[in-house]
């Protein structure tokens, strides 16, 4: 299948910076790449829909000033968490589509932030 | 509100029997629903996907039931081998409407298989 690759795995930052995520789609070009967040033993929660190109579209409850989207090319999409609290230590994931193809989603590996 | 439910947090089969996991759903206007699998620390994996204009969907050991009356799914996987253990989840979208949606997930399931 197509591989989605995420970077990094996992982050451990101090509390008031910011982080930077980065998703690739490694052989397919991704029209739309979507960011969700997994808290302990829940289901993973939509967090926002970017497409190339464009504005991210955010789901409510979601402040789009602190979770920064940026998808400027059809491989690359970013999640900028910034001033991170501890509250915003969670499991990030991102996964990418190609709606052209009309492929299924595919995942990234993750990434576990922690704020201290 | 959880609009897509997976009630058994974790389920336990004997190698080489069935497994089946079952998900429901509120929102009608889902109308794709996919299976991912998921081992910690690592993104969902694809397994198998059924659009609501079918009611069975198989790929090799996987089959995914779908009954839009009842708004009701389940994943059968036989025989199960150990490397099925893992988190299942079920997800939903609705792509009658066009465009790209975001997927609604279930908690999951956590199936365990036992040698």
């Known amino acids: 299948g197509a591989v989605v690759s995420q970077h990094p795995s996992r982050v451990i930052c101090k509390s008031g910076t910011s982080v930077k995520i980065e998703c690739r789609s490694l052989?397919?070009?991704?029209?739309?790449m979507f960011w969700y967040r997994q808290f302990p033993k829940q289901s993973l929660m939509l967090m926002a829909t970017s497409n190339e190109g464009s504005k991210a579209t955010y789901e409510q409850g979601v402040e789009k000033d602190k979770f920064l989207i940026n998808h400027a090319s059809l491989t690359l999409s970013t999640l900028t968490v910034t001033s991170a609290h501890p509250e915003d230590s969670s499991f990030y994931i991102c996964?990418?589509?190609?709606?052209?193809?009309?492929?299924?989603?595919?995942f990234g590996q993750g990434t576990r932030l922690t704020v201290v | 509100d959880q609009q897509v439910k997976q009630n058994s947090p974790s389920l336990s089969v004997q190698e080489g029997r069935i497994s089946i996991l079952n998900c429901d759903y509120t929102?009608?206007?889902?109308?794709?629903f996919l299976w991912y699998k998921k081992y910690p620390a690592e993104g969902p994996t694809f397994l198998i996907s059924i659009s609501s204009i079918k009611d069975k969907n198989e790929d090799g050991r996987f089959t995914v039931f779908l009954n839009k009356s009842a708004k009701h799914l389940s994943l059968h996987i036989v025989p199960s081998q150990p490397g099925d253990s893992a988190v299942y989840f079920c997800?939903?979208?609705?792509?009658?409407?066009?465009?790209?949606?975001?997927?609604?997930f279930g908690k999951g399931t956590h199936l365990i298989i036992q040698p």
């Open positions: 996964s990418a589509q190609d709606l052209v193809g009309n492929t299924e989603a595919f």
């Open positions: 929102n009608s206007m889902f109308d794709y």
């Open positions: 997800a939903a979208s609705a792509r009658a409407g066009g465009g790209a949606d975001g997927l609604t």
């Open positions: 052989d397919f070009q991704a029209t739309t």
